[in-house]
Structures are given as C-alpha cells and as structure tokens.
C-alpha cells in the first residue's frame, strides 16, 4: 500500500544542499548577496491539560531582528480537529511545519477509517521530520488536544526532542511563563482556572519578554 | 543589543522638544522600565542619548568635569554652542575605543535660536533642526522628515511639536521592542525646562 504521506519521505541519509549553499551566500563578499533576514516568533506559547481537555495560549507578536513585523499574527495553528498546535521560532519553518502536520494527518486518518488521529501520532510525524533535518528546521512547537487516550502535550525541540508533559512553555518568554505555571498549576483544574493560568502565564512573558507582545490567543 | 532605546528632538522658533523612552534592555529582557534618557547639561542645552549606560555615566563624568572647569576659569556657564563643540571633541578623544552613545544635543542660544545636533558615537554631528537617535532611529528620522515638509507650521507651535514627538515615539513603541514603557518629552525655552511623561505600551 503507498505511502499516504503528502511528502515523500527521502531514501536515506540527509541531505543538505541549501544549507550549504545559504552558508556560502551569508558569508560571500558581494555587495549584492542579501542577508537573509527572517522574521522570527521571539515568542512565548504555553499549554496545560486540565480535568476535560488542554489549553493552549500563545502572544501574537512576530519580530524581524529588533524589529516587530506583525503585531497581530496567529501562533496557534490548526491541525485537525482535535489537535492544535502552537510554533515558536522561525515564522515560515513553524507555518509550513504544522500545514504539513496537518495534512499528513487529515490523510491518515481517512486512512484509519475516519478515527481521530491520535497525538503520539503527531509528535512521531514531527519528530521524524525535524530531526532529519538536523535542526535547520527553526521549529519550536507545543502540541495539544485530546484522543482517544485522554488528553495530552507534547513538546517538540527543534533538533527533534520530544517531551510529554502536563504542562509546557516554550519561545524567547518560556522562563517568565514558566514562573507563573509552577507557582500556581494544580492536576485537574476546572476550565475556568485552567484559561486563566495560561492567560496568565503569557501575559507574564508578554510584559518581561521584549520578543512577545500584543494579544493573548487562547485555545481550549 | 545594549541598553538602546530611542530619542529623538525638534527645534522650533525658540523652543525645543527633546524626547527619550524610558526602557533600559539587555538582550531579551527589560532591566528598568524607569531609566531617564534625557540629561540637563544647563537649564538652555539638554543631551539625549540612546546608548550603554555605563558609557554615558563615564560621558556625563568627563563632560560634568570640563564644565565646571569653564566655569570657574571664565566665570560663566558655557553657551550650548559651546557644549556641542565640547561633546564633540570628549567623544573623538576616544577615537580608538568609542564611547557607546548615540547622542543628541539640544540647545536654546542666548539669542533665542534653537538648535539639535545629532551625534555619532565618535563626534561627528550635524545640526538639521531634528533628529532621532537609538534603536527606532530608522523609523524616527523619516517621520521627523516628513512632518516638516507636510506641516512646516511645527516649528512654530509647542503643541503640534509635542504632538509630532509623541507620535513619532508611539509609532517606534508599537514596531521596535526595545523602545516602550513611558516617554520623557521636554521641552526647552529660554525660560527653562518643562518635564512631561507620558506612558507608552509596556508589552
């Protein structure tokens, strides 16, 4: 039976062409040769599972170097029903990441029958993906929703390392957002409590973190 | 990235307004939200600087010293013509280990003109009547460009120079992250100076 993969996964081995060659581009002499500037998501998202399910938060700020270049754009990205997940690093390796992730995924489960994908699924898709790529993939993210087995958060480093936790921050303000879910994080909070401790975890990296900003998006 | 930030001024007929945020960076975080960028030299000239703080503590020391000398060798507080020719000749004597400061010097003269000259790290200055100096000089300097030529009337009216300077510094708080929290705006006559604060986004 044929892969039902979007992408077909390469034979073996890595391969890194373009990094080669953007390495020869950032440190040629022409006065010409641009200097590849991204826009990054200096950022803070966080998750928790709370007694039905997970919340998921994130700031809305993306920035170029110093430079903030949308003050209102979307970090939780939508994976399929059940799952969302949340891209810290790399604005364009974060979008094109999870927009791979779910496609992959909406395949496979037309595949299992119409099942809901389950998230060990997704963060093994996504481990494979980056790690084959040895991290020149900038794509830090925070995966949460609920399966079949309850409810779950994965975290996916961009080198390829997964955690499991049941409560993650990631981003530039993981360490501000951090501090207020250790302080107050309990098992089986109610929803109510749960939004409110992701909403304030990311206002916490928002005011002391100069590369998050603006807005708090929240998804339960 | 070091202590950064943003400053910028504008001089009118016999006035000047001379504004800094008031966030202190280092990388990522925020050391101060309450750290004053603007120095009165004299109650006509006022240095805004956007910069390494501990440089401009050592600028303010060497410049604070030659004054005091000037004063008591000719009797007299130095004129802001001569303050900008003395910050000038501080920062070049350091030509081969700048002092980290990206300045603005601003100035009313004893016959009422008013004067903002901004400076390079090692002393080279230009007076244009406006300047912005700091992280969101990029954003600043064509804003002030092109407030004087939409509405030349800025210069002669404290209020709309006020106005033209909070924007511009809004806008900078809005799109550079180490520019936010609260704006100091001055604004310098013969009669003295008048101290305003306004908050900015501290996100």
């Not at chain 1, 950032?26 to 991204?38: G, M, Y």
């Not at chain 1, 998230?119 to 898709?125: D, F």
């Not at chain 2, 005091?68 to 001569?82: L, Q, R, T, V």
Request: hydrophobic share 35%; with cysteine.
């Amino acid at each position: 039976m044929t892969s039902p993969h979007v992408l077909e996964t390469s034979d073996g081995g890595f391969n890194f062409e373009n990094s080669f060659r953007n390495c020869q581009l950032q440190n040629s002499p022409a006065s010409n040769a641009t200097k590849l500037k991204v826009t990054k998501t200096g950022t803070t998202i966080a998750g928790m599972i709370f007694k039905d399910g997970v919340v998921l938060g994130a700031d809305t700020r993306a920035t170029s170097s110093e430079v903030v270049a949308d003050k209102n754009c979307s970090k939780i990205h939508y994976i399929t029903p059940n799952i969302y997940c949340c891209g810290a690093g790399t604005a364009a390796d974060t979008e094109k990441t999870t927009d791979m992730l779910s496609s992959n995924l909406t395949l496979q489960s037309l595949a299992m029958g119409g099942r809901n994908p389950r998230l060990i699924m997704a963060s093994r898709i996504l481990q494979e993906m980056l790690f084959r790529y040895k991290g020149q993939i900038s794509a830090m993210l925070l995966l949460g929703g609920v399966d079949c087995t309850g409810p779950h958060i994965f975290t996916v480093g961009p080198f390829g390392s997964v955690n499991k936790l049941p409560f993650a921050t990631m981003g530039s303000g993981d360490l501000s957002a951090l501090g207020v879910f250790e302080d107050r994080f309990k098992p089986n909070m109610s929803e109510e409590e749960a939004k409110e401790l992701v909403r304030d975890a990311i206002t916490a990296g928002i005011m002391n973190d100069l590369g998050s900003g603006s807005n708090v998006d929240l998804c339960v | 990235m070091f202590h950064a930030g943003a400053v910028l001024g504008l001089a009118g007929d016999g006035f000047v307004v001379v504004g800094g945020d008031t966030r202190m960076s280092a990388g990522y975080s925020i050391m101060s939200r309450n750290e004053c960028k603007l120095w009165q030299i004299t109650d006509r000239c006022v240095l805004a600087s956007s910069c390494m703080k501990a440089e401009l503590e050592g600028l303010k020391q060497n410049v604070e010293r030659s004054i005091a000398d000037y004063e008591f060798k000719i009797g007299k507080k130095p004129s802001p013509k001569s303050i900008v020719s003395l910050i000038s000749k501080t920062l070049y004597s350091r030509r081969f280990f700048p002092y980290y400061t990206f300045n603005l010097v601003c100035g009313i003269e004893d016959d009422g003109t008013a004067v903002v000259n901004s400076y390079d790290a090692i002393g080279s200055y230009g007076s244009e009547g406006h300047g912005a100096q700091g992280n969101g000089n990029h954003m600043l300097v064509p804003w002030l460009d092109s407030q004087m030529r939409v509405d030349p009337s800025v210069r002669q009216s404290k209020d709309k120079a006020i106005q033209a300077i909070l924007k511009g510094i809004v806008g900078a708080s809005e799109r550079e992250i180490t520019v936010g929290d609260s704006a100091d705006i001055w604004v310098l006559t013969k009669e003295g100076v008048e101290k305003h604060r306004f908050p900015l986004r501290k996100d």
